[in-house]
């Protein structure tokens, strides 16, 4: 009896074994063909696909997004059709500067969403505008002083009028007042005149409403053309990046 027992017991052992052996070669070979799915070109494509969705997406909700001019109101620094590339990031660390290129909310109407403009004047200054010429008296200074906008071209130089016909206009900024100014001096709508709607805000732009600061200017390039030219004023030039007018200072008030 003993024996019979001994042979049956191997007997089951040696139906058991092919069994397992069985399942786990199984196991193994569909971990090895999952693998070689992970591992396969489309997959790889998709995989890398998706990080780089993924931190371009980061990059433009917290740190920079292409943006493309309209219209000629910052001429002859920004053309229209012009892309620039605007920082997010700067003004949740510090406040604003003389000298900024920004795009804003102005709030006077559903037509006029966003706004590029230069900032000229900061809280705390006082500013004036006398025949047609900027003046600043920074905090705690006691004079006026005269700017020299050097990136203003020769129409716009010198020639910043005050609506309606003033000869002199003296504004006072108190905490987290802006005034902004086009490039193109008289050609647009800026801080002088409210936005074009005194009836609805006052001329100075908060820092709430600042969205972004130009960070790199990328120009336009005119595929048909196959070089950088703008496809309005057919004026060719190449990108500044870091070299643009939003980098200007002004060294008188230093």
């Not at 070089?227 to 980098?247: A, H, Q, V």
């Amino acid at each position: 009896m003993e024996e019979n027992k001994n042979f049956s017991e191997e007997n089951n052992i040696e139906k058991v074994v092919p069994e397992e052996k069985k399942e786990y070669v199984s196991r193994r070979n569909r971990k090895s063909t999952f693998r070689r799915i992970l591992n396969s070109e489309p997959v790889l494509f998709l995989k890398d696909l998706l990080i780089i969705v993924a931190i371009v997406l980061f990059i433009r909700i917290f740190i920079a997004m292409p943006f493309q001019i309209s219209w000629q109101s910052m001429y002859s620094s920004y053309y229209d059709k012009e892309f620039i590339l605007v920082d997010r990031l700067t003004y949740s660390f510090r406040n604003p500067h003389r000298w900024d290129v920004i795009v804003f909310k102005p709030h006077v109407n559903e037509n006029k969403e966003y706004f590029l403009k230069r900032i000229i004047w900061i809280p705390g200054d006082n500013l004036k505008i006398e025949w047609w010429e900027v003046y600043v008296q920074p905090k705690g200074k006691p004079d006026f002083i005269k700017l020299e906008e050097t990136y203003l071209n020769e129409e716009n130089k010198w020639r910043t009028f005050v609506w309606p016909d003033s000869w002199t206009r003296i504004y006072e900024l108190k905490d987290d007042q802006y005034f902004v100014i086009w490039d193109n001096r008289n050609h647009s709508t800026d801080s002088r005149e409210c936005f074009s709607n005194c009836s609805l805000r006052d001329e100075f732009v908060k820092k709430e409403d600042m969205l972004w600061r130009i960070f790199l200017d990328l120009w336009y390039f005119n595929f048909s053309k196959m070089r950088f030219i703008n496809p309005g004023l057919w004026i060719e030039t190449s990108p500044k990046f870091f070299k643009s007018e939003s980098t200007h200072n002004y060294p008188e008030l230093n």
